[in-house]
């Protein structure tokens, strides 16, 4: 999940206009959940689409889905959300921590 997201990350700084500040930031924290969380500077619109750019795009375009389905399956979600006026685009993932991985 984390190698997919930073590879969407970096594409997405990828297309930044020349001169604009190319930023990924990733945290990944361990407590009652595992909470994975990837920013990256982006290109904002009121209307994002989060489709690949990149050559050959049938062979790309289904991380983010892949993503959700992984987190689903152990009872998690995974949140977009844009922001606009600061040019970030956030990606958060929550998985419950089971009993076990606690100790």
Same mark, same amino acid.
């Given at each position: 999940?984390?190698?997919?997201?930073? !590879?969407?990350?970096?594409?997405?700084?990828?297309?930044?206009?020349?001169?604009? =500040? =190319?930023?990924? +930031?990733?945290?990944?924290?361990? *407590? &009652?959940?595992?909470?994975?969380?990837?920013?990256?500077?982006?290109?904002? #619109? +009121?209307?994002?689409?989060?489709? $690949?750019?990149?050559?050959?795009?049938?062979? &790309?375009?289904? *991380?983010?889905?892949?993503?959700? +389905?992984?987190?689903? =399956?152990? &009872?998690? !979600?995974? &949140?977009?959300?844009? !922001?606009?006026?600061?040019?970030?685009?956030? $990606?958060?993932?929550?998985?419950?921590? #089971?009993?076990?991985?606690?100790?």
């Amino acid at each position: 999940m984390l190698q997919n997201l930073l !590879d969407n990350a970096m594409e997405a700084n990828l297309r930044l206009p020349e001169g604009k =500040k =190319k930023e990924i +930031e990733a945290q990944l924290m361990m *407590g &009652h959940e595992l909470e994975l969380v990837v920013r990256n500077r982006a290109v904002v #619109s +009121e209307k994002m689409e989060f489709r $690949t750019e990149k050559e050959d795009p049938q062979l &790309h375009g289904i *991380g983010l889905q892949l993503i959700r +389905e992984i987190a689903q =399956k152990y &009872h998690g !979600d995974m &949140h977009m959300e844009a !922001d606009p006026a600061q040019g970030w685009v956030t $990606t958060r993932i929550r998985i419950p921590a #089971s009993p076990s991985a606690l100790n």
